[in-house]
């Protein structure tokens, strides 16, 4: 069950993102859509909220959020364990993974990609800055609208290490009180 | 105390760098040298074993870093949080951090900058592609040589998420079983 989403300020984003969860990420294009498996990302910038995200070009997707120029970052959690390997194990050109798997889903607001609502935060992306997709298949998108769930604050992740293994982040250590105010917030 | 390192494959990098941890970034420039905190970083590509970092201008790093085209990535356990937190909140502008937190050096292969010996794993990079440098702070770096301790295999890493708090990557899940096998190894 995932408690009710809040908005939350797009460079809000960096607390789900950065500790580098594995991601789902759906796109919709011409009447088609897909959900994939991502573990290659990484925040790039508070404001404008720009997340870079390295999408194989082989994937169905790839043509999906080239053609459209969009997608959600969608983040699961450790329950979705099952999910997420279940995704990640089978490809969109054979495959309608959203009924196959009863996927929930809801409308974005921004794109027309869905947001997969038992996630625990969606984050609505448009394509920012393509330059660097066709040597790196590294897309630099914008994170226009992010959807979270009220709690847990940090939820249990999964961080995909390659060969069929996570590891699960839940243990939360705070060292605030060691950090320069100005670090702190939106400090890098 | 750190388990002797064995060399890996460069493209094994994935394995520590994939699931997000923060890293401690060694540079090396002209005589100075720095360590700064790492969370924004993604794998790019397996061969070449290709890493996107990105290192905000204001970093004492940044000049080293882009001076040099060079850098180690060194990944820190859990036992390391109060250095990693030292680190990342003192400027090496006004620090010499090395010596002030008695940090282990020890000689990198390929590169100047000094790799960590207390960390688990230790990247040596090139720097690959600047071209994002300018706009983003994104630097893309190659891996040419990786230094890893030979155990534990999945070692508790600090995943930041912002303002003062670590989730600790800990448990680990293997759903091996379930994946297709060409997606096994090194697979997508």
Aim: one cysteine or more; glycine letters at 10%.
């Amino acid at each position: 069950m995932v408690h009710r989403k809040v908005d939350l300020p797009v460079h809000g984003a960096r607390a789900y993102l950065e500790p580098g969860p594995v991601l789902l990420v759906t796109s919709c294009h011409e009447g088609e859509r897909n959900v994939m498996t991502l573990g290659w990302h990484t925040i790039v910038e508070f404001n404008p909220s720009l997340v870079a995200c390295v999408i194989s070009g082989g994937n169905h997707s790839f043509d999906l959020i080239r053609g459209s120029g969009e997608c959600v970052l969608n983040v699961p959690t450790l329950e979705l364990i099952d999910t997420v390997v279940a995704i990640g194990n089978r490809s969109g050109r054979e495959h309608d993974k959203f009924t196959e798997l009863d996927l929930a889903i809801g409308d974005a607001e921004k794109v027309a990609a869905p947001l997969l609502t038992a996630c625990h935060a969606n984050f609505e992306c448009r394509l920012a800055d393509a330059r660097m997709v066709d040597d790196y298949n590294l897309f630099l998108f914008e994170i226009v609208k992010a959807h979270v769930a009220s709690r847990p604050k940090h939820p249990k992740t999964l961080h995909y290490t390659g060969d069929g293994v996570f590891v699960v982040a839940g243990k939360v250590v705070s060292r605030r009180g060691d950090f320069q105010p100005a670090l702190l917030g939106n400090g890098r």
